[in-house]
């Protein structure tokens, strides 16, 4: 009933930049949190950083480098990504809280995207 579709993964060299971008579609009613986490090879996945209609908030590692953004017109969650670092490696997931009409009444849920490959080599 409700799709995230995430893009603009890829390779980087140390120091460049990349865009994610993650659309959500389906029968939305609302959308409340949207945010980006990631997992690297071994490890559990993270929050990266997360956006709601009073702010932004991310991980102490991304702070300073990574900046979320959203487009509620186009129901779209986007991650600038600048001076990254192998350490960011991972693949990345889209994220949202989202109110959904069913036909017959109202769903609230959590949804993920199928997520991204980013890596960060030389």
């Known amino acids: 009933q409700v799709q995230l579709v995430e893009s603009g993964g890829g390779l980087v060299h140390p120091g460049g930049s990349l865009r994610l971008s993650c659309a959500a579609s389906?029968?939305?009613?609302?959308?409340?949190?949207m945010g980006w986490y990631r997992q690297a090879p071994g490890k559990q996945r993270e929050l990266v950083a997360d956006?709601?209609?009073?702010?932004?908030n991310y991980a102490d590692s991304v702070k300073g480098r990574f900046t979320i953004s959203r487009d509620n017109a186009k129901n779209t969650v986007y991650l600038q990504m600048n001076s990254l670092k192998p350490e960011d490696t991972a693949v990345y997931y889209c994220?949202?809280?989202?109110?959904?009409?069913?036909?017959?009444?109202?769903?609230?849920?959590?949804?993920w995207g199928q997520g991204t490959q980013v890596t960060v080599s030389s």
């Open positions: 956006i709601t209609s009073i702010g932004t």
């Open positions: 389906g029968s939305i009613v609302s959308i409340y949190t």
């Open positions: 994220n949202a809280d989202i109110r959904t009409w069913t036909g017959t009444d109202w769903r609230r849920g959590n949804y």
